[in-house]
């Protein structure tokens, strides 16, 4: 079989193939920002599903930080495409005072710890987050930038556990022109 091409759209085949070590799951909570990483993670996702007779309960989470003024309409945006895929879909916020420094790492902070807690309340095992390929290798040039020793400089892990929960990252592999591409072909 030959090596797909940057652009290629994600197969059905290539998509059991990326969820195939989640199926037997008991719950699968999607990290959704609306993006088109995200989106594809759902729309994927919800096709992988479909093509099991047994597989996890789906869960979209939108985490809307208070941030941005079209936050609101994007995970309006995300739980519209949810009902249509048959994918619960819930929109949390991140309340509270937002920190003048270090936003972004708080902001971070406070999405995994919401996405956790919905992972808690709906008996999932596993958060899937819409991590690709082009994701990987900012997070090395990042850490190179920042003088990180040899642990820093690990590449993100396609699973890791996040007390008790899985945080998996099904697309490491992927660049995200291909999961554009798929969004693009679904329409």
Not at 1 to 22: C, G, H, Y
Not at 41 to 57: E, F, N, S
Not at 142 to 171: E, H, K, N, T, Y
Request: charged share 25%; aromatic share 4%.
């Amino acid at each position: 079989m030959s090596k797909p091409n940057e652009s290629q759209v994600i197969t059905a085949a290539e998509a059991r193939a990326l969820f195939a070590d989640w199926k037997a799951a008991p719950a699968v909570v999607l990290a959704v920002s609306g993006g088109p990483d995200s989106m594809a993670l759902m729309w994927l996702a919800a096709r992988w599903r479909r093509a099991l007779t047994k597989g996890p309960r789906l869960l979209a989470i939108t985490v809307d930080h208070g941030l941005r003024k079209e936050a609101a309409r994007e995970a309006r945006a995300v739980k519209q495409l949810a009902g249509a895929l048959d994918i619960e879909h819930r929109t949390l916020r991140w309340r509270g005072e937002k920190p003048t420094t270090g936003l972004p790492s708080a902001a971070r902070d406070a999405r995994y710890r919401l996405l956790l807690r919905a992972a808690s309340n709906h008996g999932a095992s596993h958060i899937f987050t819409a991590h690709t390929r082009d994701d990987q290798a900012e997070t090395v040039i990042m850490r190179l930038s920042r003088g990180s020793g040899i642990a820093g400089l690990a590449a993100m892990a396609r699973q890791s556990d996040r007390g008790g929960v899985i945080l998996a990252r099904p697309f490491l592999d992927v660049p995200k022109s291909r999961l554009v591409a798929t969004l693009a072909k679904a329409g």
